[in-house]
């Protein structure tokens, strides 16, 4: 079992920066994949982005490719979402989630065995 603790989160103004992180623990050698999700108040939760953690192979949502980038740190075990030019779109609760299975896809909340918390990004107009 892989356990996931996200931090970073924060409120900011259109136009600006954040880099969320997502620190994993347990059993990490069995990663195959993790991502982020997001979910804003009164909507579903959707995907972010992803990356394979052997090949470091990454996959953006439409909405936020060219904006955020997904990257990890093997040696930390630890995945990161840098985003510019945010957008009060982009206000919702982020998840960061852990697959240790092998799979096609990971765009999928069903792709992920292990989640966290969640920390709260918020943009200001």
């Known amino acids: 079992q892989v356990q996931v603790v996200e931090s970073g989160g924060g409120l900011v103004q259109a136009g600006g920066s954040l880099r969320l992180s997502c620190a994993a623990s347990g059993r990490t050698g069995s990663t195959t994949a993790m991502g982020w999700f997001r979910q804003a108040p009164g909507l579903e939760r959707e995907f972010v982005a992803r990356i394979r953690w052997n090949t470091g192979s990454t996959v953006h949502a439409d909405s936020v490719r060219g904006r955020f980038a997904i990257s990890r740190d093997i040696a930390k075990n630890t995945v990161y979402l840098q985003m510019n030019d945010l957008k009060p779109e982009d206000t919702a609760v982020y998840y960061c989630?852990?697959?240790?299975?092998?799979?096609?896809?990971?765009?999928?909340?069903?792709?992920?065995?292990?989640w966290g918390q969640g920390t709260q990004v918020t943009v200001s107009p």
């Open positions: 989630a852990v697959s240790t299975r092998f799979l096609a896809t990971y765009n999928s909340l069903a792709a992920y065995n292990g």
